[in-house]
């Protein structure tokens, strides 16, 4: 068994002027995943076999007292003889049981450290790669096989990351995300997110502040979720739930949660955003009920008494007794310079991806607030899906979905491909392949299927094995074959048009027989 830690001599000595780097040959293993610790894995292990190396059995743990944090890494330094192929494995284990895999076939390149990378995924959780010499990977199922031009050349250190994204074995540069990894190859990890002050990715990355409330706004206060409360208001009994409910311009609290107004000084007066108490109200103020206001400056009495400025989705600002937006809510946009109607307009979307007036072009999406391929490498075009992240291939992608316990799948649009593995227990898998896509789809009939084919143009062919019953629809015009390996009922619920017994447990819906 060999010991995580430290790199091997041998690469440390190729970062010294003092060594014949140009002499050495070996494969640096980094081992990194986007699965929680010790929730999802809490340990880690690495296999490698081949020839010109010493073969390799490295494992440990993630959590607990003088456990190493991911990436873990191993160097394999080689020996002499053949380059290769190298196999290697790496594993993420919970509880003692293995979780995930990756598999990766590759060469040593003569006198050089070449840094091979094995993202542990949690796309790739439940996933069986059919076929020899596959493995899952970010872009679904893939050859074991890696190209030379795939893996990075080590340069003399490595960090959390070694320029790459996760699920990549060379790098790629991608935008930054709040994930751990150095996503755009700049040898930085999560540069541009500060875990003191993001309201998304407070004290963690994915640690959300959300909880707001009226007159408030959730905020990450030096890594910890707090409150920022709107101008003239205060969150005097401390409950994050109610947001800031004290009125800070009102003579039970005027300026801070403990000054009341009396007499003689029994009005709250109100220059700018500092409030005190006074004996009468300034020349240039008028009275309020026991407020002293600027009415062109006052966000409660913008022009008048009692006329609140408190446009929709947005910040309002008083100026010179108009009331205007001074900012917009995240998420919301301000498109039609309405002050009346706030910030109306949702922001996302294609129309207004970024900011207002930032469209999409055709065959693009709007993800993440950038405009990219309709087909981005997430959900939409691979992974793993569940009830809770559905999955949808749009039209003139291909895409790989693996679906296990409780999942929906679409695949929508002509030129639409879907390759489709659904697999394990669960209750009901929802799997739709609509108005002119082609899906590939192999069940293992375990549990009940609701596989839906439907429109002019779409093909289907399902492959059912296991026990249970299997059924496909095949509706409006679609053309669908369904081979039968199971010990139960499999058959076409539904067939609009033609069917056909080709024999050989095949059936098929309005088109001929394979």
Not at 291 to 316: V, Y
Not at 406 to 426: K, L, M, N, P, Y
């Amino acid at each position: 068994m060999r010991a995580w830690g430290a790199l091997a001599s041998a690469l440390l000595c190729a970062a010294s002027s003092g060594c014949s780097a140009d002499k050495l040959t070996q494969i640096v293993v980094v081992v990194e995943s986007d699965l929680s610790v010790p929730g999802q894995i809490d340990a880690v292990s690495v296999e490698a076999t081949g020839p010109g190396t010493a073969p390799v059995m490295a494992s440990g743990a993630l959590s607990g007292a003088g456990a190493i944090p991911l990436p873990r890494y191993v160097t394999l330094v080689h020996r002499g003889g053949p380059l290769g192929p190298v196999d290697v494995r790496a594993a993420g284990l919970l509880a003692g049981s293995e979780v995930v895999d990756r598999e990766a076939r590759v060469f040593f390149v003569q006198g050089r450290t070449m840094v091979l990378r094995l993202a542990l995924l949690d796309a790739c959780v439940g996933v069986r790669c059919r076929g020899g010499d596959r493995t899952c990977a970010a872009e679904g199922c893939r050859d074991v096989m890696i190209d030379p031009a795939e893996l990075a050349e080590w340069t003399g250190t490595i960090g959390s990351d070694a320029g790459t994204e996760v699920g990549t074995d060379g790098c790629r540069p991608e935008p930054e995300s709040c994930n751990g990894i150095d996503d755009d190859c700049d040898g930085m990890t999560d540069e541009d997110f500060d875990l003191r002050t993001h309201p998304e990715h407070c004290g963690a990355c994915d640690t959300a502040c959300t909880v707001g409330g009226p007159m408030a706004t959730a905020a990450c206060i030096d890594g910890s979720c707090g409150l920022t409360c709107d101008s003239g208001f205060g969150d005097c009994n401390a409950m994050a739930t109610d947001g800031c409910e004290t009125d800070l311009y009102d003579v039970a609290s005027c300026g801070d949660c403990s000054t009341m107004c009396a007499d003689p000084a029994r009005y709250c007066e109100v220059t700018g955003t500092t409030a005190t108490c006074v004996e009468s109200c300034g020349a240039s103020l008028i009275r309020c009920g026991s407020t002293c206001a600027d009415p062109s400056r006052n966000l409660r009495h913008c022009g008048r008494c009692d006329n609140a400025c408190a446009p929709d989705n947005a910040r309002g600002a008083c100026i010179s007794g108009s009331c205007t937006v001074a900012s917009c809510d995240r998420g919301f946009g301000d498109c039609n310079r309405m002050p009346d109607d706030g910030c109306e307009a949702s922001l996302g979307t294609s129309r207004n991806c970024a900011s207002c007036g930032d469209a999409c072009r055709p065959g693009e999406a709007c993800v993440d607030g950038m405009c990219t391929d309709a087909c981005p490498a997430s959900c939409q075009c691979t992974g793993h899906c569940t009830a809770d992240r559905p999955c949808t291939c749009d039209a003139g992608c291909p895409c790989t979905f693996s679906c296990g316990m409780d999942c929906e799948v679409t695949c929508d649009g002509t030129g639409a491909s879907c390759d489709i593995g659904a697999e394990g227990g669960g209750d009901v898998r929802q799997i739709t392949c609509t108005d002119g896509a082609s899906c590939q789809v192999v069940v293992d009939a375990t549990l009940a299927n609701d596989i839906e084919c439907s429109g002019g143009g779409t093909t289907c062919t399902v492959e059912c094995t296991g026990s249970e019953d299997c059924a496909v629809d095949c509706r409006r015009g679609a053309e669908c074959v369904l081979r039968c390996d199971t010990s139960g009922a499999c058959d076409f619920d539904t067939c609009d048009g033609s069917e056909r017994d080709c024999g050989g447990d095949v059936r098929v819906c309005n088109r001929s027989c394979p």
